[in-house]
């Protein structure tokens, strides 16, 4: 089966840049869209960013556009790049896989496969 785990998640201070890291199994990057969301407790989750299975597309959410940089390291690892950080990027990050057409894939309902989450705080 898929699993999910992510890594990375601690405590920078602002302006600073971290890398998180989806490690997965059965070629999950190469067989579906793999997403990272976001979340604060008591809200929703917003999406972050996802990358396409054959690696040459990727969106992301307006709040992190120029900033995070997503991207498929082996068929198993997908790194999310975070530059620029600020205290409103404190959430737990969560990365996801699932099947997702491209005009969609911001939607969480979409996603079949979910990590347990990292937890990033930026702060001074």
């Known amino acids: 089966q898929v699993s999910l785990e992510e890594s990375g998640g601690r405590l920078v201070q602002p302006g600073n840049s971290l890398t998180l890291s989806c490690t997965a199994s059965?070629?999950?990057?190469?067989?579906?869209?793999v997403a990272w969301f976001r979340q604060v407790p008591g809200k929703e989750r917003e999406f972050v960013a996802a990358?396409?299975?054959?690696?040459?597309?990727t969106t992301y959410g307006d709040s992190v556009k120029g900033r995070f940089t997503i991207s498929r390291v082996s068929a198993d690892t997908v790194n999310l790049q975070m530059s620029s950080l600020n205290e409103d990027d404190t959430a737990v990050y969560y990365c996801?896989?699932?099947?997702?057409?491209?005009?969609?894939?911001?939607?969480?309902?979409?996603?079949?496969?979910w990590g347990p989450g990292t937890q990033v705080t930026v702060s001074s």
């Open positions: 996801a896989a699932g099947t997702p057409i491209t005009g969609a894939m911001h939607n969480a309902n979409l996603y079949y496969y």
């Open positions: 059965e070629r999950t990057a190469y067989r579906y869209v």
């Open positions: 990358l396409r299975r054959n690696g040459g597309h």
